[in-house]
């Protein structure tokens, strides 16, 4: 069963930076596609950044030039580098791994983003 943490979350001001960071375990990368969620108070998860493993990235519009995926495979590791954060931004964020031949979907516990001054 793949195991997925999250951490680097906290509370931060606007215009300030935080580096998420996913730990995968139990994952053969090359089967899997990850990804970052996120879920605000009131509001659906929505995607942030997805990665998959030939390179491929897609962002958010509103996350695009502030946010960057990686795939530091090697060390097990998918961190989530977040710039320029905005109020909106507050959230909680979710590492996701989806299986690419039948699409299930591995999910972390979440960690808070807070942006406020």
């Known amino acids: 069963q793949v195991q997925l943490v999250e951490s680097g979350g906290g509370l931060v001001q606007p215009g300030g930076s935080l580096r998420l960071n996913c730990r995968a375990s139990?994952?053969?990368?090359?089967?899997?596609?990850m990804a970052w969620y996120r879920q605000a108070v009131g509001k659906e998860r929505e995607l942030v950044a997805r990665?998959?493993?030939?390179?491929?990235?897609t962002y958010a519009d509103d996350v695009k030039g502030r946010f960057t995926i990686a795939g530091e495979y090697a060390k097990g590791s998918i961190p989530l580098q977040m710039n320029s954060l905005k109020f909106e931004d507050t959230a909680v964020y979710y590492c996701?791994?989806?299986?690419?031949?039948?699409?299930?979907?591995?999910w972390g516990q979440g960690t808070q983003v807070t942006v406020s001054s």
């Open positions: 990665i998959y493993y030939g390179g491929e990235i």
């Open positions: 996701n791994a989806q299986q690419r031949f039948n699409r299930r979907n591995f």
């Open positions: 139990r994952i053969d990368f090359s089967l899997y596609d």
